[in-house]
């Protein structure tokens, strides 16, 4: 679906190649000083309506007025990301196509004994532009208040309790199994095809815990039906200032948690030139008040590290979700 708002080693080397193809006539462009002189494409890897789709839209049609240029979002669903994801990786590398990408653009490769992408090598970091706080949320017959009470109860009823999960490749499954192993906690997975049933049944009291975005979870915590045990997070987040930070409570030593973020890519090979100015372009239209406020209501917080931090972020993370992926019994 498209919109548009006004004004595996062999395939890795066939991305490279198309993306050096782009190159000579990109960096010109570029250099020309009329970039962008046409429209820009943003890939979203999920359906309308997503997360990753709210921050496309809301991003692109500042980029739009900014750059005096239109961009269309192209909703690009399939295959857990995996087929919007490898349509902008095999894109022209000349800075008129982007990704919309969060943790799962990092952790999904890991999932598999032969992933089709390379989220370091077959992409170049554009901006990185938001956080959300991730948080365990508990049901109301849960006995427990905070982080320390729930690691007490977990370890006085080992393999009695559970949490929804969005399956493998997602940072809910991701950060719950590192805080469990870290914590030495005996906690059974429960996957889920959707936020919605999962929270129903959080609220029902079929599932206990669950491991999900803030935003998500506001008007059920506004209407008392469940608790915040704890911020996914080494810092507190405005929507919940009196929630303790999980590395903050309890400390575990080499426990670092990973928030949810959201960000741009392009295809590997686009001139460093476009890059910058695409940069620029999103990080102006990141400080505008009508995006600042659509961030706030998605319980996000404006951020804006280099590139240079923004890949070295993804290094790190590649290098954790395959680190938990060797541990855990994940199909291949």
């Known amino acids: 679906m498209h919109t548009q708002f006004s004004k595996t080693k062999s395939r890795h080397a066939g991305l490279l190649?198309?993306?050096?193809?782009?190159?000579?006539?990109?960096?010109?462009?570029?250099?020309?000083?009329?970039?962008?002189?046409r429209s820009i494409k943003i890939i979203?890897?999920?359906?309308?309506?997503?997360?990753?789709?709210?921050?496309?839209?809301t991003v692109g049609q500042a980029v739009s007025e900014r750059a005096q240029q239109p961009v269309v979002i192209e909703n690009r669903e399939g295959g857990g990301s995996l087929v919007g994801t490898l349509a902008a990786a095999k894109s022209p590398a000349d800075g008129y196509t982007l990704l919309v990408v969060a943790n799962?653009?990092?952790?999904?490769?890991?999932?598999?004994?032969?992933?089709?992408?390379?989220?370091?090598?077959?992409?170049?970091?554009?901006?990185?532009?938001?956080?959300?706080?991730?948080?365990?949320?508990?049901?109301m017959s849960l006995?427990?208040?905070?982080?320390?009470?729930?690691?007490?109860?977990?370890?006085?009823?080992?393999?009695?309790?559970?949490?929804?999960?969005?399956?493998?490749?997602?940072?809910?499954?991701?950060?719950?199994?590192?805080?469990?192993?870290?914590?030495?906690?005996?906690?059974?997975?429960?996957?889920?095809?959707?936020t919605g049933q999962a929270l129903?049944?959080?609220?029902?009291?079929?599932i206990p815990l669950f491991p999900v975005v803030v935003?998500?979870?506001?008007?059920?915590?506004?209407?008392?039906?469940?608790?915040?045990?704890?911020?996914?997070?080494?810092?507190?987040?405005?929507?919940?200032p009196d929630v303790f930070p999980i590395a903050e409570e309890l400390r575990i030593p080499g426990y670092v948690p990973t928030p949810v973020w959201y960000g741009f890519v392009a295809p590997a090979g686009t001139p460093?030139?476009?890059?910058?100015?695409?940069?620029?372009?999103?990080?102006?239209?990141?400080q505008t008040a009508e995006v600042k406020e659509r961030m706030s209501g998605l319980g996000a917080q404006v951020i804006n590290p280099t590139n240079e931090q923004f890949m070295a972020d993804l290094k790190s993370e590649s290098e954790k979700a395959s680190q938990l992926a060797r541990k855990l019994p994940i199909p291949k």
Do not use: C
């Open 215 to 240: 935003s998500s979870v506001m008007p059920h915590l506004k209407a008392g039906r469940l608790r915040i045990l704890g911020v996914f997070d080494t810092r507190r987040t405005p929507l919940l």
């Open 44 to 57: 979203v890897p999920y359906s309308a309506g997503s997360g990753s789709d709210a921050v496309a839209r």
């Open 104 to 139: 799962p653009f990092v952790i999904g490769p890991t999932q598999k004994s032969t992933s089709p992408y390379d989220p370091v090598k077959d992409f170049v970091p554009v901006a990185k532009v938001a956080v959300i706080p991730l948080v365990l949320a508990s049901g």
């Open 272 to 286: 460093r030139e476009a890059v910058d100015v695409l940069k620029r372009l999103i990080e102006g239209a990141m």
């Open 200 to 206: 129903t049944d959080l609220v029902g009291g079929t």
């Open 143 to 194: 006995p427990v208040k905070n982080m320390t009470e729930l690691v007490a109860y977990a370890r006085a009823n080992p393999g009695k309790l559970s949490y929804a999960s969005s399956g493998p490749g997602t940072i809910s499954q991701q950060e719950m199994e590192i805080f469990k192993q870290a914590a030495g906690l005996d906690i059974v997975e429960v996957g889920y095809k959707s």
């Open 17 to 37: 190649l198309a993306a050096s193809l782009a190159l000579v006539g990109g960096t010109a462009l570029a250099q020309s000083g009329t970039f962008p002189n």
